[in-house]
């Protein structure tokens, strides 16, 4: 009896969360990431669920471009409008300063944070954790950043 219960819960929560997220789906956005790194992000969602973000970062002598694929989870229905968190990962290339010289800097990155667009303004903002793992250089796994981005084509 208990285990049929949570999952009428789960279900209903379910389907409160799919009719109370507004479509995600051709939004775009861009803005700035504060944090490692620090640059210039931008993101683009295929459907309500999917999307890509790239960052162009520096941080620590060294410069990253970052392709991220994410999968994003609507929390609206347990929380407010609007609130969610997502997870993916991703690839970067670059360039850092060792010593005095450039070497080159390429890795697999993952990503896993919190969401929230406004409902009022075009804005988004995020909080996400981003370890990167370089190959043949040190890793990067307590990448933390808050992003703020402006959403296009908003009707807000």
Known sequence: MNKRFIYAIMLLCLAGSASAQQSLKGQKEAGVRLGLPLGVTGRYFFTDRSAAEGIVGLYNRTFTVTALYQYHFDLSALTIPGFGWYAGGGAHLGTRDIDGS???????????????????????????????????????????????????????
């Open 102 to 156: 450039y070497r080159f800097l390429g890795g697999v990155d993952g990503v896993a944070g919190l969401n929230y667009n406004f409902s009022n303004i075009p804005l988004n903002l995020s909080l996400d954790w981003k370890p990167a793992v370089h190959f043949g250089n040190s890793s990067d796994l307590a990448d933390f950043g808050v992003s703020a981005r402006y959403i296009f084509g908003s009707k807000k």
